[in-house]
């Protein structure tokens, strides 16, 4: 199969994601093509997640191109997610030697990539990350523009993404192979950002008219996308790149004047979602908790519904959006929620990360959606409501 390329258009920082099976071999060759003769060591961050045979070609390879390499192993998890764990890998960072003109590589899922990507911010104020996602949450969205940090625990409770920088990667290396191991939950997970992306796409900037149809090409395709066929896999991860690498280009730090079609569209289904995500006792399925992508759908059906309180559309989208989570397996209720009164008030977090005022991304139409600036707690509240299982 042949390897996809979609270009992140950033001035000064222009970078390439590389999509395909088998492309986690190409990375010594471009890494030592981008990082040049000087540098000599590269921190390799892996998810322990990732079968260990990917991480010793990676490994190898990097010997081969005359790279000294570290391996550090990281169980991914909210938890580890903290500043102890990036002190940790700079302090390692330190102890392998590398210096400014060295790399950092994340192999693995989301977390990994965030952590990694903060690593490669701060050591030495910054130097070059290459990311090469596992997951396909990671592959379509956080591998892709820069975006790193870690959570903060503050008075018992878990601020997420608090602390983090904005740090381009040098080059994304998504191997869709490495999906093949992937569990149903994670891979569902991963396919709850793609439809976010669908739910968006007529309000992404385009130029060549490439991510208005996201949204149709995914509904047209649900059966193969649920079984995860490989070729379109491949293509759903072209589309999804190219959606957001748009969206990164037009507005690279999520500016908040940027009322239409900047980054923050991003954030769709994620104010609610961050806040019923690491809530205890929350049951969706079989297993206890919410992972992310579970309460990204979750949040993307609570902002439907807050939207029709606020009158914006009518229930047609959230029926259209339930029924595509449907199909590929995502919930869209949960057991064990407390009351909505608790729920918003944990958006406030994202409220307080915001400057004071509770933003949140509400659809106006399928595949339509703008930014509201305080919107009444009533609507937001009964927007929690549609999720309610118990
Ligand atoms: N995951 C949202 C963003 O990258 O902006």
Same mark, same amino acid.
Request: charged share 25%.
């Given at each position: 199969?042949?390897?996809?390329?979609?270009?992140?258009?950033?001035?000064?920082?222009?970078?390439?994601?590389?999509?395909?099976?088998?492309?986690?071999?190409?990375?010594?060759?471009?890494?030592?093509?981008?990082?040049?003769?000087?540098?000599?060591?590269?921190?390799?961050?892996?998810?322990?997640?990732?079968?260990?045979?990917?991480?010793?070609?990676?490994?190898?390879?990097?010997?081969?191109?005359?790279?000294?390499?570290?391996?550090?192993?990281?169980?991914?998890?909210?938890?580890?997610?903290? &500043?102890?764990?990036?002190?940790?890998?700079?302090?390692?960072?330190?102890?392998?030697?590398?210096?400014?003109?060295?790399?950092?590589?994340?192999?693995?899922?989301? &977390?990994?990539?965030?952590?990694?990507?903060?690593? /490669?911010?701060?050591?030495?104020?910054?130097?070059?990350?290459?990311?090469?996602?596992?997951?396909?949450?990671?592959? &379509?969205?956080?591998?892709?523009?820069? =975006?790193?940090?870690?959570?903060?625990?503050?008075?018992?409770?878990?601020?997420?993404?608090?602390?983090?920088?904005?740090?381009?990667?040098?080059?994304?290396?998504?191997?869709?192979?490495?999906?093949?191991?992937?569990? /149903?939950?994670?891979?569902?997970?991963?396919?709850?950002?793609?439809? =976010?992306?669908?739910?968006?796409?007529?309000?992404?900037?385009? @130029?060549? @008219?490439?991510?208005?149809?996201?949204?149709?090409?995914?509904?047209?395709?649900?059966?193969?996308?649920?079984?995860?066929?490989?070729?379109?896999?491949?293509?759903?991860?072209?589309?999804?790149?190219?959606?957001?690498?748009?969206?990164?280009?037009?507005? @690279?730090?999520?500016?908040? @004047?940027?009322?239409?079609?900047?980054?923050?569209?991003?954030?769709? $289904?994620?104010?609610?979602?961050?806040?019923?995500?690491?809530?205890?006792?929350?049951?969706?399925?079989?297993?206890?908790?919410?992972?992310?992508?579970?309460?990204?759908?979750?949040?993307?059906?609570? /902002?439907?519904?807050?939207?029709?309180?606020?009158?914006?559309?009518?229930?047609?989208? $959230?029926?259209?959006?339930?029924?595509?989570?449907?199909? &590929?397996?995502?919930?869209?209720?949960?057991?064990?929620?407390?009351?909505?009164?608790?729920?918003?008030?944990?958006?406030?977090?994202? =409220? =307080?990360?915001?400057?004071?005022?509770?933003?949140?991304?509400?659809?106006?139409?399928?595949?339509?959606?703008?930014?509201?600036?305080?919107?009444?707690?009533?609507?937001?509240?009964?927007?929690?409501?549609?999720?309610? /299982?118990?």
């Amino acid at each position: 199969m042949s390897t996809r390329v979609v270009d992140v258009d950033l001035p000064d920082r222009a970078y390439e994601v590389r999509i395909g099976r088998g492309v986690l071999g190409e990375v010594p060759e471009h890494a030592r093509g981008l990082l040049g003769e000087k540098a000599e060591r590269v921190l390799v961050v892996r998810d322990t997640g990732v079968p260990q045979r990917f991480a010793d070609e990676l490994v190898q390879g990097l010997r081969d191109a005359g790279f000294a390499a570290r391996v550090c192993d990281l169980t991914p998890s909210e938890a580890v997610k903290r &500043v102890e764990t990036v002190e940790r890998l700079l302090i390692e960072a330190v102890r392998f030697g590398l210096t400014r003109v060295d790399a950092v590589i994340s192999l693995g899922g989301g &977390v990994v990539c965030d952590i990694a990507g903060f690593v /490669a911010a701060s050591y030495q104020r910054g130097i070059a990350v290459v990311q090469c996602p596992s997951t396909l949450l990671s592959m &379509v969205d956080a591998s892709v523009g820069g =975006k790193t940090g870690v959570n903060l625990l503050v008075d018992g409770e878990l601020y997420k993404n608090m602390v983090g920088a904005f740090h381009q990667p040098t080059m994304v290396v998504a191997d869709t192979a490495l999906l093949d191991s992937l569990d /149903a939950r994670q891979r569902r997970c991963g396919l709850a950002e793609c439809v =976010k992306h669908a739910m968006i796409c007529q309000s992404v900037p385009d @130029e060549d @008219e490439t991510h208005a149809g996201l949204l149709g090409w995914m509904q047209a395709r649900l059966g193969a996308i649920s079984a995860f066929d490989r070729e379109t896999i491949d293509e759903l991860v072209e589309r999804n790149v190219a959606l957001k690498a748009s969206v990164v280009a037009g507005d @690279e730090r999520e500016s908040p @004047e940027a009322r239409t079609g900047g980054r923050m569209l991003l954030n769709f $289904g994620h104010t609610f979602g961050h806040a019923i995500e690491t809530l205890d006792g929350v049951r969706a399925g079989d297993e206890p908790g919410l992972f992310h992508g579970e309460a990204v759908g979750l949040g993307m059906c609570c /902002a439907c519904a807050a939207a029709v309180s606020l009158g914006l559309c009518d229930d047609s989208v $959230g029926a259209s959006l339930r029924a595509m989570l449907d199909a &590929v397996g995502l919930p869209t209720r949960v057991e064990g929620l407390p009351g909505s009164d608790v729920i918003v008030e944990r958006m406030g977090h994202d =409220k =307080k990360a915001a400057g004071g005022s509770l933003r949140v991304i509400l659809p106006e139409g399928l595949g339509r959606c703008s930014i509201v600036t305080d919107a009444d707690i009533g609507a937001i509240g009964a927007g929690v409501g549609v999720i309610r /299982a118990d």
